[in-house]
């Protein structure tokens, strides 16, 4: 008994020594124009955010020219609060790699970095200290994408300032033929992570199993520095004779519940499309699936990550900064998440 006494005590002695590292929790901002609107700020306020990453465009090739152009870049109506600093993200299309050599490549570094420079001065800010590229390489554009990154850092702009990129759970799980990219941050993409356009009741955007079998094993032993960032928003994912047709930005909670335009299928996410809705652009028989994210999701995912990464300091960030995502979630549930970590 007394032997186990002891045991008791030494294992809380150790839980009570076993240091916890601070989690800097902000948002990401991915709509085309900013406005400083108050709700929005107070919950950066809320959580002491001290920066925001903010989406400054897409790279995509253009459809006439086939070369790389900006993408519906954002636009500073207002400029960002003064107390928070800018993480320009840059998100750039896996294709766009195919086919560049050694000197559109380089172009394309240059160009990227002057039109970030720009935007970022556009927004109020003259200084910022990390920039954000987010594409989902593969291995076939592996080395041209990690050069990119290698000569945008070199970048003149860009001088002194950290180059940072997001990670998918394959290029964890995979990380051989994915590579490491030539930095010394990356941000784990914890969302879109099922298959959304396979028919069927699954949520793409978060999925506990995928994780585990992505990450339980790999995570850990992973050379980078990791940032996590995980979902707050919800979609519907619109399918028509079982065949994925897209994701419908016209249809709510509130139209899935109203029982003359939908069915909803028994304990499922899955709605039938009772009549011709054109305002949506949907046809009758359409089927809705209503992907969301709950608190209790991300307590499990936070819980499950908070066990297999690096005891380390890092950034949280929720994906992403917008009023009407921002209602689904009190300041206390999003607290419990960052506690978790």
Request: some cysteine; hydrophobic content about 40%.
């Amino acid at each position: 008994m007394r032997k186990i006494s002891i045991l008791v005590v030494i294992a809380l002695l150790f839980t009570a020594c076993k240091q916890k590292f601070t989690v800097h929790s902000t948002f990401y901002f991915w709509r085309t124009q900013y406005k400083n609107q108050k709700a929005e700020t107070e919950y950066l306020n809320h959580f002491k955010s001290k920066s925001l990453y903010v989406r400054i465009m897409d790279i995509d090739l253009n459809s006439d020219t086939q070369e790389p152009a900006p993408v519906s870049p954002i636009t500073f109506k207002d400029s960002l609060p003064s107390k928070i600093d800018i993480v320009p993200v840059v998100y750039i299309v896996n294709n766009v790699f195919n086919n560049l050599d050694e000197n559109q490549t380089k172009l394309l570094a240059n160009r990227t970095a002057k039109f970030v420079d720009a935007k970022v001065k556009q927004g109020g800010k003259q200084n910022y200290k990390e920039i954000q590229i987010d594409c989902d390489w593969t291995q076939t554009t592996r080395d041209k994408y990690f050069n990119f990154l290698k000569l945008l850092e070199q970048a003149p702009i860009f001088k002194g300032k950290e180059i940072s990129v997001t990670l998918r759970l394959h290029q964890v799980k995979n990380l051989i033929s994915s590579g490491i990219p030539p930095v010394k941050k990356v941000m784990l993409m914890c969302y879109n992570m099922g298959n959304l356009r396979k028919y069927g009741e699954q949520n793409s955007i978060l999925d506990m199993n995928e994780m585990e079998v992505y990450l339980k094993d790999k995570l850990k032993s992973y050379p980078l520095k990791i940032d996590v960032a995980l979902p707050l928003f919800s979609w519907a994912v619109i399918f028509r004779k079982q065949q994925y047709a897209g994701i419908s930005k016209h249809i709510n909670k509130e139209e899935l519940n109203n029982t003359k335009l939908f069915s909803r299928r028994k304990n499922t996410i899955l709605y039938d499309l009772l009549i011709d809705y054109p305002a949506a652009g949907l046809k009758k028989n359409d089927v809705v699936r209503w992907e969301e994210i709950s608190t209790e999701d991300l307590l499990a995912t936070s819980s499950f990550l908070s066990r297999y990464l690096k005891p380390e300091e890092r950034n949280l960030v929720f994906y992403h900064l917008d009023t009407d995502l921002l209602k689904t979630f009190k300041h206390e549930n999003l607290q419990k998440v960052i506690d978790n970590f």
